[in-house]
Every structure is written in structure tokens, then in C-alpha cells.
């Protein structure tokens, strides 16, 4: 059975999976607020849906997301139906009060769970799976502190490692990259990526259409992040 991601985007409001969606898509929890509730609709009107719900601890591992069970994140109901056009309200709590002075993420997975095949049926199910975010602020304020450094690639093109040395995550979303007198951007990055607290990501960029070869000199970056926009000179390390 194969199963497929469903990635959520900075200015999304809610989030479908094929034949169910959720709202909102992103929680925040703290001391003053440690749970929350979230909506579950069923999109289909002739069928019902089963989602299996399941809370993990997420941090990030050389950039990789690593994923462990829940110890300190409640998450209920672990499973439910819904008919068709039905909502279902689930809840996520925390077990202890947060940290003091380094946020925690974890993810909430929602899968749909396929119904059995019908007799005859030789195809292959797909299970629709979210992956939404959940964060535990810390008691004192936190706020993430990105550091960039560009890499041009052999081939022209051009990688951007992040550094987070803050003390809460961020999400940085279209990138682009310019050069001084250049008319387009020198390479792109239209997708989005979380860097924990910590954590280094590599980003590779899409070279933009009769861009040049990114070999040196001072570049210009700009991006959205959930922080606050980003705006920032790059200055291509040598290889």
C-alpha cells in the first residue's frame, strides 16, 4: 500500500488529504495554553472515511525530520469514522508544561485508513497521510536566529545552507536568490522547509531560465518565513 505526504504551506488555512480536511493546520500550545482543538471534516458525500490519529516527537537530525513516539503530547481520539460530510473535533494537550527556554515540535499524522477492496479489485490503495505541526513554546520568549551561507554547485547552480542558533523554529518558504545587474533571479527555492532549533538545512535551488553560472561575488536573498520576511546579502563561498 503506497502512502503520500500532504505538506502544508505558510498561508494555508486548512488541509486536505483527498477525502478529508483539517483545521487549522498548525497548533501552538504553551504554559497559558496547553491544549487545543482541531476540526476534521469528511469532504466525500457518499462514502464514509476512518482516520487513524497519531501524535510524535519531531526533531531534526543533520536537517533529516526524525520522528519518535509522544511521551509528553496527548492526542484524542486515536481513531474515529466519519459519514459523509460528518466533522469530528480531536484534541492534543501536553502531558507536563513546556520547557523554559527552548520550544519542542512535534507532528500530529492523520491517515486515512482504506476501506477493504471491493471483490475483484487488483489495484493498489493509497493512504493519505497529514503531517501537521505542533509546537511547545518555551516559558521565556523564543524567537529562531538564522544564519545563511551560499554554495555554489559545479554545474552553475546554487545551494543554501541555514543555520538556526535560535531557540524556536522556523519556516522559510520561496526563495530567491539575485545578482547584482541581473534581470532574473539566479535560482529559486518555491517550496518550503522547517529548521528546528540547532539545526542546519541545505537547500538546493532551482537555477533560474538563462541564469548565470553562480560562481562568486555578492548575492541577494530573498524569502518568507513565518518569523518575518527575509532579507539578506550572500556572499558564495568559494570551492
Known sequence: MGVAGAGIGLASVFAQAANFTVTPVRVELSQQRPSAALTVKNEMTDESVVVELRAVAWTQNSGEDVYAPAQDLLATPPIFTLAPGATQVIRVGLRHPPADDREVSY???????????????????????????????????????????????????????????????????????TAPGAERPVATYPEFAYVLPGQTRRLVLKRGPDAPAVTGGTLHLKAYSDAGDIDSALAPETR
Open 107 to 177: 507532528r500530529l499524522f492523520l491517515r486515512e485508513v482504506p476501506p477493504p477492496p471491493k471483490p475483484g479489485f487488483a489495484g493498489v490503495q493509497i493512504a493519505l497521510e497529514m503531517r501537521l505541526p505542533v509546537f511547545a513554546k518555551p516559558r521565556t520568549p523564543a524567537a529562531p536566529q538564522l544564519k545563511w551561507r551560499a554554495e555554489p554547485l559545479p554545474d552553475g547552480a546554487l545551494a543554501l545552507s541555514v543555520t538556526n542558533d535560535g531557540n524556536a523554529h522556523a519556516q522559510v518558504a520561496n526563495l530567491v536568490v
